[in-house]
């Protein structure tokens, strides 16, 4: 490596070493199907919630919502202007884009009023919808891992609330902070994690079952979008080689695979380490 390659921060604080051995592992394959099947499965439920925390900057606002709340607050909530303040601090988005998302997640019923001693300030802490979202996400990425390490995936999805929303959240806030992006170390992806379900369209063609495809009109009817919004982004991905077109629809093209493979290994990384920063998991 050379004085003038750079090593983003997924790469500095992850590790190469850890992201190459995380792919190496027995069943690395089967969980990160199983997880695009469950990404795919998210999206089947509620169309408020996929267009409130499914993307990716969404995602990441949600985490540090939780954390302001529950390790910093102390469970006293947050305030718009926090939240705005540390969203374009973190470079996650405009300060007009995070001003827009929490007023849709009180319009959805995803935060709600809390009591506060600045009585000039309103705030917002997470409802039960929203911290639902948050486990099963959890739940999900740790049913796929159970395809690597069945014990830990148990004791994870059986880990106390305290533990999640507490140390796990705050260690998933702290990556978060300082840089760590896990889609950094799929660039090529990030056009369709920043288009409305362009990613889940991939996960959905990784998570087909052999023999199958998947239909612009089945797609289009699954997520909820236009048929023409489809066509694009399938057309995008088999000119880069993640889809291929046969002649019932489309499948996964030979790029999908490592692609996705570089993606899960960080995600499936963090989520193992934000669980064993639980005290009692160590």
Known sequence: MDAFTTISPVEQ??????????KAREGF????????????????GSWLRNRLL????????????????????????????????DLVACNICSAG????????????????????????????????????????????????????????????RTAPESGVFG???????DLMRAGVRVFDMVPHLQHYADREVGFVLLLNLMALEEGTTLS??????????????????LRRATQEGLARREATGFVAGPALGPALADFFSVA???????????????
């Open 167 to 173: 140390p796990a959240i705050n260690f998933m806030a």
């Open 13 to 22: 604080i992850i590790g190469r070493d850890a992201i190459t051995a995380m």
């Open 268 to 282: 499936f990384l963090v989520f193992e380490r934000a669980f064993l920063a639980i005290p009692t998991q160590r």
């Open 54 to 85: 499914n993307d990716r900057g969404r995602y990441l606002a949600s985490i540090l919502i939780l954390d302001i709340h529950f390790n910093e607050t102390g469970g006293a909530g947050v305030t718009t202007a926090r939240v705005r303040r």
């Open 216 to 233: 612009t009109v089945q797609a289009a009817q699954r997520f909820s979008v236009s048929r023409t919004h489809v066509s694009a982004l």
């Open 29 to 44: 394959d089967r969980a990160m199907r199983v997880a695009s099947a469950a990404g795919v499965r998210s999206y089947d």
């Open 97 to 156: 884009r995070a001003t827009a998302f929490i007023a849709g997640l009180r319009f959805g019923r995803f935060m709600e009023p809390v009591p506060a001693r600045n009585l000039k300030e309103k705030h917002f802490g997470p409802t039960r919808l929203f911290l639902d979202a948050h486990l099963m996400r959890w739940h999900n990425l740790f049913s796929a891992i159970a395809e690597m390490d069945p014990d830990m995936a148990h004791r994870a």
